[in-house]
Every structure is written in structure tokens, then in C-alpha cells.
T-cell receptor, first 113, second 113 residues
Framework: EDKVVQSPLSLVVHEGDTVTLNCSYE??????LLWYKQEKKAPTFLFML????IEKKSGRLSSILDKKELFSILNITATQTGDSAVYLC?????????????FGKGTLLTVNP | DSGVTQTPKHLITATGQRVTLRCSPR?????VYWYQQSLDQGLQFLIQ???????AKGNILERFSAQQFPDLHSELNLSSLELGDSALYFC????????????FGPGTRLTVT
């Protein structure tokens, strides 16, 4: 059974801090790893990672994938209160023409002023 | 706003009943995915349709079924409802059959009493 484990489950920081969120996975036929941000509504797409060692960056957020060690990290620098959300990691795997997307339980990030 | 619409926003019904949730994907997207999100289970992939055909199945119960119509909108039917079916049901869409960059709708909150 495919597994995606995120850590920590929750994190409380102060504005300006840098945080690192972790996602490890065990899947068969890995295709990609995705990060989503979920505030009080639907998840919104952040990054898709398919290759090891190539950092994806968007403003203060960045992410990298290690396909050998089967994990990814999401970094947020100079955190702001608007970064408070649940961050979801999902892994896409394929089997023939089908595919499967498995989500982790998420990391709840709270950024205090 | 992701461009994915879901109706209704909220639904309250009794155990044993049947409900239908509706989703319209973003313009141009051929794939529709259904997810269930509950507090204890996190985000669970249910089923995917691509251009009218079922493409992948996740943790979907036999009491649940879905379809995608020629105009690409999709419906998720939930029958013989149980208290444990109370959850937030998301629809997402993507251009391709491989569900990488998915765009989520606002969700339908189902409460079974």
C-alpha cells in the first residue's frame, strides 16, 4: 500500500522564522510529488517535483525532492501570518494507464505575529 | 478562484438517504477527480474520470458512484448514507489524464444526521 508521511503534524512559529516541512513516501511506480497549501477552503497547488535535486522556487517558498531517500522538503523563509495553513504533500504513482494520488495527513503551520 | 465549481456548498441529510454532488471542471480540463476529506482520514482520493471514462479508482465505497457527462461535468452519487460519510467532498480538475497540477473546487460539505 502506498504511504505518504508528513512531519511535523503541526508547527507554531513567529513571523520572520524559517520553517522546513518534511514529506517521506513509499510508493510503487513513483511519477511525481506535489505540494498543496490548504487554508480554510480548497487546496491550492504549490509545486510539482519529478526530478531529484532540482529546487523549485516561488517567492519565499522552495521545495526539493530526493528520489533516492524518498523524501521532499518544503521550505518557507521569512514566514508571514498569511502562511498559516495546512500544507499537504501528495505522491502520484502510475500503473499502466491508471494512476493514483496519495496524500499525507498534512502539516498544520501556525505563524504568530 | 480555481475555475472549478461545485454544487451544493452544503448538504444536510439523514442516514439511509441518497445525494448527488455536482462538479464543473475548469474550461479545457478533461479530467475530474473526486476526494473526500474528513478530520480523521485526511484527504482521500475516490475516483477519476478522463473525457467521460473512468480512469482510476481510489478508496471509493461501493455505495458511492460517479460519472462524467459529455459536457465534462461530473456527478458523485452517495447512497445509503451513514453518519461516517459526513465530510467535505472536493472535486478537482486537470488538463491531462495524469493528475499532476490539479485545481480544486470549493468543496461540498455533507452532514449526515
Amino acid at each position: 500500500e502506498d504511504k505518504v508521511v508528513q512531519s511535523p503534524l503541526s508547527l507554531v512559529v513567529h513571523e520572520g522564522d524559517t520553517v522546513t516541512l518534511n514529506c517521506s513516501y513509499e510508493v510503487t511506480n513513483f511519477r511525481s510529488l506535489l505540494w498543496y497549501k490548504q487554508e480554510k477552503k480548497a487546496p491550492t497547488f504549490l509545486f510539482m517535483l519529478t526530478s531529484s535535486g532540482i529546487e523549485k522556487k516561488s517567492g519565499r517558498l522552495s521545495s526539493i525532492l530526493d528520489k533516492k531517500e524518498l523524501f521532499s522538503i518544503l521550505n518557507i523563509t521569512a514566514t508571514q501570518t498569511g502562511d498559516s495553513a495546512v500544507y499537504l504533500c501528495a505522491v502520484e504513482a502510475s500503473g499502466g494507464s491508471n494512476y493514483k494520488l496519495t496524500f499525507g495527513k498534512g502539516t498544520l503551520l501556525t505563524v504568530n505575529p | 478562484d480555481s475555475g472549478v465549481t461545485q454544487t451544493p456548498k452544503h448538504l444536510i441529510t439523514a442516514t439511509g438517504q441518497r445525494v448527488t454532488l455536482r462538479c464543473s471542471p475548469r474550461s479545457g480540463d478533461l479530467s475530474v477527480y473526486w476526494y473526500q476529506q474528513s478530520l480523521d482520514q485526511g484527504l482521500q482520493f475516490l475516483i477519476q474520470y478522463y473525457n467521460g471514462e473512468e480512469r482510476a479508482k481510489g478508496n471509493i465505497l461501493e455505495r458511492f458512484s460517479a460519472q462524467q457527462f459529455p459536457d465534462l461535468h461530473s456527478e458523485l452519487n452517495l447512497s445509503s448514507l451513514e453518519l461516517g460519510d459526513s465530510a467535505l467532498y472536493f472535486c478537482a480538475s486537470s488538463v491531462e489524464g495524469r493528475g499532476r497540477e490539479q485545481y480544486f473546487g470549493p468543496g461540498t460539505r455533507l452532514t449526515v444526521t
